[in-house]
């Protein structure tokens, strides 16, 4: 194989990453220089990695006399990313990883076995795909895409539909995202894989919210916080926004008197129709009101809006159509010291709800088809080509997704835990931030999740635990105005701003010819005339725009992705895997420790 490495430099400058193969058939060929990444080969296993600016830290270490990749941190053991070698030791045999977002990838040379795992929920992200009798392994699925490779048209369906890919899938047939609660074991020519977490002993959701409810959901995130400020990275950084759940991270930091740097990023929610600048507005206000000064990244400029865009695109565009506002934080980010950054996600998913449908979580069996309805219509694929899959072929695959979760009260929780929170809410922290930082979920800890899937997910949506937990424990950081109660008199931004914003937005996604060209073949022959005609009369396509934007944004990142592997003809058994054939590696159930 061949990897450009000053490609994946320029690509992934500022961005932790890693690129790792087991079982190469012949030795790698590095082109390019190794200056600004981390560079580990041997004969049966190479990765290349980002490098931390400050420290020069990369994610591949020599552990035990085994090559380990480790992005994340676990919990429990105080381990991450950056952790000394010693430190690093604690996670040597896999199954001591519990607790945390991570991806693990061990090589040992001794057994000739390769050991990959990830986090109980998936957070940490990992891609894979087989070459032969190589295995390669990325945080990002561009990075092991190959020049040829095809769509997988039931996850851009998916994507169109729901924002976020289905299950494991990928945006490419022959890549998958590696199974949350997952381990693979590999040696050449043998793949296994087990489940070691077990969403079947999740809690079911019967329990009734009461006064003690609240105070066990408090306890159990004030554990999650004390193991995450035992992590050793460096100083604390809070991106501070104005809602509950970065305002109990804030109150809890202030209350511990635990020293860090609060962040507000300029954000625009739209509210019938109109924009409103919230978090840069009362999230500052708020900081300044405990004596804490909180620095503002402001949005960019409606002319630098396509720039951003586009590198959204070649970092996330694979996995979300959200998340271009948080360009301007990773900047600002990639310019500080290391640091321990404190992330909000799943606190709503978790502490809340997930799915907001009429009807939902009076019975699983209600629950499974209000689901597959809101998520597996049939209304989008009325509008596109024959290439996509059959509605009935895409309501089966939702229901095989569904499947993987407990049939009960919960089972529509875990499914937008694992497809809206997971694919599509995260990728912004998780897939774009500096190298040297280690972002931290403490809503995502288990012990946190145990906790609150015990109640009854319509009784969290009536009483909604971390506006309630904010309230009652931390009523001093509580009365204030913010994006979960917004006063009646905050102002819109004004029409002629959003307008440009829209337009620049517009632009870029309708503003490659080529793309135009190509959306023709994946649509039905009444939008072929509408996407033809809106060249004369832009106006149409805003009447569909709900179906062209986000076809739009796929094909154009399928035609702008960058290939960084050479990867030369694979055997012709392993040339098609795809990756249904990668998941039917056989499979087996741990009971969640």
């Not at 321990?340 to 709800?353: K, Y």
């Not at 005609?533 to 796929?554: E, F, I, K, Q, V």
Request: charged residues 25%; proline residues 6%; hydrophobic residues 40%.
């Amino acid at each position: 194989m061949k990897i450009d490495l000053d490609k994946i430099a320029a690509q992934f400058a500022d961005v932790e990453f890693f690129l790792a193969c087991v079982f190469p058939g012949s030795a790698p060929e590095f082109s390019g220089s190794h200056a600004g990444l981390a560079v580990a080969s041997t004969p049966q296993f190479w990765a290349v990695t980002s490098r931390a600016r400050n420290n020069g830290l990369g994610l591949v270490h020599e552990v035990a006399g085994a090559q380990l990749v480790f992005r994340g941190y676990e919990a429990a053991l105080g381990v991450h990313s950056y952790s000394h070698a010693a430190d690093l030791e604690r996670i040597a045999a896999p199954d001591t990883l519990q607790n945390g977002a991570f991806a693990y990838l061990k090589f040992d040379p001794a057994l000739g076995q390769a050991t990959a795992r990830s986090d109980a929920f998936g957070f940490g992200p990992m891609y894979y795909r087989r070459h032969g009798e190589a295995w390669l392994f990325a945080s990002h699925p561009s990075l092991i895409h190959f020049a040829g490779d095809e769509p997988d048209l039931t996850a851009w369906l998916s994507l169109m539909q729901n924002g976020s890919a289905l299950a494991d899938r990928s945006f490419y047939r022959d890549i998958a995202r590696f199974p949350a609660g997952g381990q693979m074991t590999l040696r050449r020519g043998q793949a296994e894989t087990v489940q070691w977490f077990d969403f079947d002993q999740l809690p079911a959701g019967t329990e009734k919210i009461d006064d003690d409810a609240f105070r066990i959901v408090e306890d159990a995130y004030m554990a999650a916080m004390e193991r995450c400020l035992k992590l050793n990275v460096g100083e604390v950084t809070l991106p501070f926004s104005s809602g509950f759940d970065s305002r109990r991270f804030f109150g809890t930091l202030i209350r511990k008197a635990v020293p860090f740097k609060a962040v507000t990023c300029q954000t625009f929610h739209r509210k019938n129709g109109r924009d409103y600048d919230i978090d840069s507005f009362f999230a500052p206000k708020i900081a300044a009101a405990f004596g804490v000064d909180c620095e503002l990244v402001r949005a960019v400029p409606p002319e630098q809006i396509a720039a951003d865009a586009a590198r959204r695109q070649a970092l996330i565009g694979t996995e979300t159509f959200m998340h271009g506002w948080a360009l301007p934080f990773m900047r600002w980010l990639a310019e500080r010291p290391p640091s321990l950054v404190f992330d909000g996600l799943a606190g709503d998913t978790f502490g809340n709800s997930g799915f907001e449908i009429d009807g939902l979580h009076e019975t699983p069996e209600k629950d499974a088809e209000l689901v597959l309805g809101k998520t597996a219509g049939a209304e989008l694929l009325k509008q596109l080509s024959g290439r996509f899959p059959a509605h009935g072929a895409f309501r089966k695959e939702y229901r095989r997704f569904l499947g993987q979760f407990a049939p009960n009260i919960n089972q529509a929780e875990m499914a937008f835990l694992q497809s809206r929170t997971r694919r599509c809410i995260s990728p912004w922290i998780t897939m774009m931030h500096p190298p040297g930082h280690v972002v931290v979920y403490p809503y995502c800890d288990l012990e946190f999740a145990l906790a609150t899937l015990k109640y009854h997910p319509a009784e969290k949506y009536k009483y909604f635990f971390q506006k309630e937990c904010l309230r009652r424990f931390y009523p001093e950081f509580y009365d204030f105005h913010g994006s979960r109660n917004l006063p009646a008199n905050h102002a819109p931004l004004d029409e002629a701003t959003s307008r440009a914003r829209d337009l620049a937005d517009e632009q870029y996604a309708y503003g490659d010819p080529a793309g135009v060209r190509a959306a023709f073949n994946y649509l039905s022959l009444p939008n072929k005339a509408v996407l033809l005609l809106s060249r004369l009369a832009p106006g149409l396509r805003r009447r569909r725009d709900w179906l062209l934007r986000p076809l739009l944004l796929l094909i154009r990142t399928q035609h702008e992705a960058p290939t960084f592997i050479d990867a030369g003809l694979a055997p012709q058994d392993a040339r098609r895997a795809g990756t249904t054939g990668l998941n039917k590696v056989e499979t087996a159930k741990r009971g969640m420790a």
